[in-house]
């Protein structure tokens, strides 16, 4: 792979769990709850922190082999303190989704803005794969778009604010399973032809 793909030196499997957790849990929000918001903040909640700890082992697997592993760490703890801030809310005594201030909405709302303007920012910095590229940026756009939305929808229901989260999820998810899936790939053709380049290096050493 090239070198400038410095974010993308992640494993393929990081992308491929989050990818799969962000689709399940954006399925869920958007229609398997029937509006409950009580279980749709559980849900946003432990996703959070299921992306988070994805992101922690990431940084340990990067750090190891001596790559950047600053961005993943604050992804990961801004994701865990994302979920904690979320979760809390569902405490007894704290009351319903409905009753808490709004600023626990625009949480969500500025993870997504961030989270996208990222995206847009990786993808423009660290491919050299035009596929990849697109992929991201469009990515990055429609989340850019959906933030927009939460943070100018101060007349949509909490309800409706968290299954907006859910839409940016699904779509983030998607990406990032078809890119594990696609890094993955390339990870194979990189491995195959640095064997192709050993094996041509060793037989023209055997004829000289």
């Known amino acids: 792979m090239s070198k400038t793909k410095k974010f993308i030196e992640s494993h393929w499997l990081t992308f491929a769990m989050k990818g799969v957790i962000s689709i399940v849990a954006g399925l869920c929000m958007m229609f398997a709850t029937g509006g409950d918001t009580e279980i749709l903040i559980k849900i946003v909640g432990w996703t959070m922190v299921g992306l988070g700890v994805i992101e922690i082992a990431n940084m340990i697997h990067r750090s190891r082999r001596q790559h950047n592993?600053?961005?993943?760490?604050?992804?990961?703890?801004?994701?865990?303190g994302i979920a904690i801030s979320v979760l809390c809310t569902s405490l007894p005594g704290i009351g319903s989704f409905e009753q808490i201030v709004p600023?626990?909405?625009?949480?969500?709302?500025?993870?997504?803005?961030?989270?996208?303007?990222?995206?847009?920012?990786?993808g423009f910095g660290s491919f050299t794969n035009m596929t990849d590229r697109f992929m991201w940026i469009v990515n990055g756009m429609l989340g850019c778009v959906l933030a927009f939305v939460m943070f100018a929808g101060s007349g949509l229901s909490p309800t409706t604010h968290i299954e907006l989260f859910g839409t940016y999820l699904m779509i983030n998810g998607i990406t990032d399973l078809f890119f594990g899936i696609h890094s993955r790939d390339q990870a194979i053709e990189v491995k195959e032809d640095r064997v192709a380049k050993r094996v041509a290096k060793t037989s023209k050493k055997g004829k000289k």
């Open 69 to 80: 592993w600053g961005f993943p760490l604050f992804l990961g703890l801004l994701e865990i």
């Open 103 to 122: 600023w626990r909405i625009s949480i969500l709302s500025g993870y997504v803005l961030f989270a996208s303007i990222a995206t847009i920012i990786i």
